[in-house]
């Protein structure tokens, strides 16, 4: 069976696989469905739109959308016209109304905000691409903050640009080797999420060939990282924080004896907060301990881990970092500045509360989540917050993202476009609205949602959508 298949499945794998699935039926129910086609699943943003709301506008597209068992905001989605436009080129993708996530990912973060509803400060070790960041701001409403970090480069971007697109204010993005955390930040964070890079075996219905570098050598290698960085999360975690660990893997070695390995380091100051209630459901997946063992054939879903564990106790310091972190380049806006750029943004529609606090570099204005700002000056950050403004003898030049995240459309500041119009908008050209404009510089609309802001010259809205996101194809509609 295994090698008619288009999925490599290699023999030691399948021997691995055979020992955590004793049972034959089982085994046979994990080889089949990992032979067939993943189903596709979206997370709502609530950040921008309400579960309701978002059902109702996607209502004529006859999407059908089944709600993931242990995601409130999360649908599997199956498309009629599934072939003939990406879910990505959608209008409701592009201005942020959701997150094409998988199902199985989604699980994470529920675990951790079951255990603790609103923490204040949280690490996500491994972000890009985003998913869980942002799943996890829109619980936290953008309140309190997240440290974001990645330690790929290429992958800080692509994670920039969804928090971005999804409206995301409270993060601050690093890009650091996660075992600097436990020894730069001891005890620092309420909740911490390692969803840690693994040997990826669940996605093998995403990638046929996901298994084709496997074997039992590459996987005690990643379990070795592995331990070093859940040590490294449970020390930066502050006593009676939660720490969820997770990976998209299959195997004992990456899940369980991570786990344990942190429980016999110090067996006086972790507790197992066993997954049991976290959904109907969860028993068909949860192992002896108290986790989540997800194989595919479970809920026809990728294969997933995940363990929830909170600190009890304090526990001695990791020895402190050899880096420097830089002279940090921002200076908080005083008084007055603070309020002359609040008003001036106000006129222009921008609006946000105590939860960011505005900074300044050079002619640059930022918005900071002021949860966050206790960190500056102990680790180098790649950006924080949003960036709100240019300032110019005239006033100031708003920014695209802060308007994704933080404008709110009247009709005497804001114009609403037609599906062509928006359609030419987000493929970086000029707009010759037709509708009458309430001023010079208005915010764009399109479903009643900022897309964006332009100023008007002679007849036309010059576009100034950011030109890397500038989009070509299909839009929106099959």
Not at 53 to 75: N, S
Not at 436 to 442: F, M, N, Q, Y
Not at 449 to 478: H, Q
């Given at each position: 069976?295994?090698?008619?298949?288009?999925?490599?499945?290699?023999?030691?794998?399948?021997?691995?696989?055979?020992?955590?699935?004793?049972?034959?039926?089982?085994?046979?129910?994990?080889?089949?469905?990992?032979?067939?086609?993943?189903?596709?699943?979206?997370?709502?943003?609530?950040?921008?739109?309400?579960?309701?709301?978002?059902?109702?506008?996607?209502?004529?597209?006859?999407?059908?959308?089944?709600?993931?068992?242990?995601?409130?905001?999360?649908?599997?989605?199956?498309?009629?016209?599934?072939?003939?436009?990406?879910?990505?080129?959608?209008?409701?993708?592009?201005?942020?109304?959701?997150?094409?996530?998988?199902a199985s990912s989604m699980l994470p973060v529920s675990a951790l905000f079951d255990a603790q509803p609103q923490p204040d400060l949280v690490l996500d070790m491994a972000a890009a691409p985003g998913?869980?960041?942002?799943?996890?701001?829109?619980?936290?409403?953008?309140?309190?903050?997240?440290?974001?970090?990645?330690?790929?480069?290429?992958?800080?971007?692509?994670?920039?640009?969804?928090?971005?697109?999804?409206?995301?204010?409270?993060?601050?993005?690093?890009?650091?080797?996660?075992?600097?955390?436990?020894?730069?930040?001891?005890?620092?964070?309420?909740?911490?999420?390692?969803?840690?890079?693994?040997?990826?075996?669940?996605?093998?219905?995403?990638?046929?060939?996901?298994?084709?570098?496997?074997?039992?050598?590459?996987?005690?290698?990643?379990?070795?990282?592995?331990?070093?960085?859940?040590?490294?999360?449970?020390?930066?975690?502050?006593?009676?924080?939660?720490?969820?660990?997770?990976?998209?893997?299959?195997?004992?070695?990456?899940?369980?004896?991570?786990?344990?390995?942190?429980?016999?380091?110090?067996?006086?100051?972790?507790?197992?907060?066993?997954?049991?209630?976290?959904?109907?459901?969860?028993?068909?997946?949860?192992?002896?301990?108290?986790?989540?063992?997800?194989?595919?054939?479970?809920?026809?879903?990728?294969?997933?881990?995940?363990?929830?564990?909170?600190?009890?106790?304090?526990?001695?310091?990791?020895?402190?970092?050899?880096?420097?972190?830089?002279?940090?380049?921002?200076?908080?806006?005083?008084?007055?500045?603070?309020?002359?750029?609040?008003?001036?943004?106000?006129?222009?529609?921008?609006?946000?509360?105590?939860?960011?606090?505005?900074?300044?570099?050079?002619?640059?204005?930022?918005?900071?989540?002021?949860?966050?700002?206790?960190?500056?000056?102990?680790?180098?950050?790649?950006?924080?917050?949003?960036?709100?403004?240019?300032?110019?003898?005239?006033?100031?030049r708003w920014q695209h993202e802060a308007i994704i995240a933080l404008a709110q459309p009247r009709p005497d500041n804001s114009v609403e476009l037609s599906e062509t119009e928006a359609e030419e908008?987000?493929?970086?050209?000029?707009?010759?609205?037709?509708?009458?404009?309430?001023?010079?510089?208005?915010?764009?609309?399109?479903?009643?949602?900022?897309?964006?802001?332009?100023?008007?010259?002679?007849?036309?809205?010059?576009?100034?959508?950011?030109?890397?996101?500038?989009?070509?194809?299909?839009?929106?509609?099959?």
């Open positions: 069976m295994a090698h008619s298949s288009p999925v490599y499945f290699p023999d030691a794998f399948l021997n691995t696989m055979r020992e955590a699935l004793p049972d034959t039926a089982a085994f046979d129910a994990f080889i089949a469905i990992s032979q067939q086609p993943l189903r596709r699943s979206l997370r709502v943003n609530t950040l921008k739109i309400s579960v309701d709301d978002f059902l109702k506008q996607v209502a004529p597209y006859h999407w059908a959308l089944t709600p993931i068992p242990w995601c409130k905001d999360g649908f599997w989605i199956s498309r009629e016209d599934a072939d003939s436009l990406p879910l990505g080129s959608t209008a409701e993708h592009l201005s942020g109304l959701f997150y094409i996530q998988e998913s869980k960041t942002t799943q996890m701001a829109a619980k936290m409403a953008n309140q309190g903050a997240i440290l974001a970090n990645e330690y790929s480069a290429s992958r800080v971007k692509v994670l920039h640009a969804n928090l971005s697109r999804c409206g995301v204010s409270n993060t601050g993005i690093t890009h650091f080797d996660g075992r600097v955390f436990g020894p730069a930040l001891p005890e620092t964070f309420d909740a911490i999420l390692l969803d840690a890079p693994c040997s990826g075996e669940g996605v093998i219905r995403k990638d046929p060939d996901a298994l084709r570098n496997w074997s039992p050598e590459s996987t005690a290698n990643i379990a070795a990282t592995q331990r070093d960085l859940i040590d490294s999360a449970f020390h930066a975690l502050k006593p009676g924080g939660v720490l969820i660990y997770s990976t998209c893997t299959l195997n004992h070695t990456e899940n369980q004896q991570v786990v344990h390995w942190l429980l016999q380091q110090y067996p006086e100051a972790v507790q197992v907060l066993p997954l049991t209630q976290l959904f109907n459901g969860a028993e068909q997946a949860l192992t002896v301990d108290g986790f989540l063992h997800v194989f595919p054939h479970l809920f026809d879903s990728e294969g997933f881990f995940v363990a929830r564990l909170r600190k009890t106790a304090s526990i001695a310091p990791m020895e402190k970092p050899g880096y420097k972190v830089g002279q940090f380049p921002f200076t908080p806006a005083n008084r007055q500045q603070a309020n002359d750029i609040s008003a001036a943004a106000n006129k222009a529609g921008i609006i946000w509360d105590s939860a960011l606090s505005p900074w300044l570099r050079d002619k640059e204005v930022w918005l900071f989540p002021t949860t966050i700002t206790p960190l500056f000056g102990q680790v180098r950050f790649s950006r924080i917050g949003l960036k709100l403004a240019e300032t110019f003898p005239k006033g100031y908008w987000y493929r970086g050209r000029d707009i010759y609205p037709a509708a009458p404009l309430p001023r010079d510089e208005v915010i764009v609309t399109y479903q009643q949602r900022p897309i964006g802001l332009a100023k008007k010259v002679s007849t036309r809205l010059k576009n100034s959508y950011p030109r890397e996101l500038v989009r070509d194809g299909k839009l929106f509609k099959a």
